[in-house]
């Protein structure tokens, strides 16, 4: 049975850090492609980061978090990460992780195992 656990949420003050892990169990990670959304409240989910299947390793990233966030993948403690730099208040949100065999995409729709999710919130 595939199981994703995040893990790494909390508060941080603007222009901080902070890295979370999406902890894979029952399918090696990198046979999926794995992505990490987002959801504030009042808003709808949507698409942070993700990393396509073993070979590629194929990065996206949603234009809000360009050049400040970075998804990458352990496959010997079968884990995927994504730092968080330069934080700003609006990304604040519950973040998920989640797996596709299909390509990597911005669309839940495409994902069928998710997290729990992680609360993160961004203010001074």
């Known amino acids: 049975q595939l199981q994703l656990v995040e893990s790494g949420g909390g508060l941080v003050q603007p222009g901080g850090s902070l890295r979370l892990s999406c902890a894979a169990s029952?399918?090696?990670?990198?046979?999926?492609?794995i992505g990490w959304f987002r959801q504030a409240p009042g808003k709808e989910r949507e698409g942070v980061s993700c990393?396509?299947?073993?070979?590629?390793?194929?990065?996206n990233y949603a234009d809000p978090v360009k050049r400040r966030f970075n998804i990458s993948r352990d496959n010997a403690k079968n884990t995927v990460y994504m730092q968080m730099n330069s934080m700003k208040p609006e990304d604040t949100a519950v973040y998920y992780c989640a797996a596709t065999l299909l390509l990597c995409s911005d669309s839940r729709a495409a994902f069928g195992s998710w997290g729990q999710g992680t609360q993160v919130t961004v203010s001074s």
């Open positions: 990393i396509s299947r073993r070979g590629g390793g194929r990065t």
């Open positions: 029952g399918f090696q990670v990198d046979s999926y492609a």
